[in-house]
Nanobody, 125 residues
């Protein structure tokens, strides 16, 4: 089993930067994909970005060019650097992980193998 614990959320002004971290424990070395979903207030969750064990990152169009996902395989940790934040980025961000080989994108309803509890990002205007 794998546990995912996020950190780094908080309140930031529009245009600012935040860096989220997610540490995996347990059988973390079997993870092929690690990434992030987010759920804005009153809306459904949606896929944000993910990165393969080989270091290839994929992004939803809404964050491409502003967010960067990286991964430290030795420490089973994934990061999400969020720049030029907008009020529309306000959401609970959940770390996710998948054992199987990655796709180029994931649907909002896709069920990843593992989910963290989430960390709140609040972007004020």
């Amino acid at each position: 089993h794998v546990q995912l614990v996020e950190s780094g959320g908080g309140v930031v002004q529009a245009g600012g930067t935040l860096r989220l971290s997610c540490a995996a424990s347990g059988n973390a070395f079997d993870l092929n994909v690690m990434g992030w979903y987010r759920q804005p207030p009153g809306k459904q969750r949606d896929w944000v970005a993910h990165i393969t064990v080989g270091g290839v990152g994929y992004y939803t169009s809404a964050v491409k060019g502003r967010f960067t996902i990286t991964r430290d395989n030795a420490n089973s940790t994934v990061y999400l650097e969020m720049n030029s934040l907008k009020p529309g980025d306000t959401a609970v961000y959940c770390c996710v992980a998948e054992l199987s080989a990655g796709k180029t994108k994931y649907s909002a309803t896709y069920t990843m193998d593992y989910w963290g509890k989430g960390t709140l990002v609040n972007v004020s205007s």
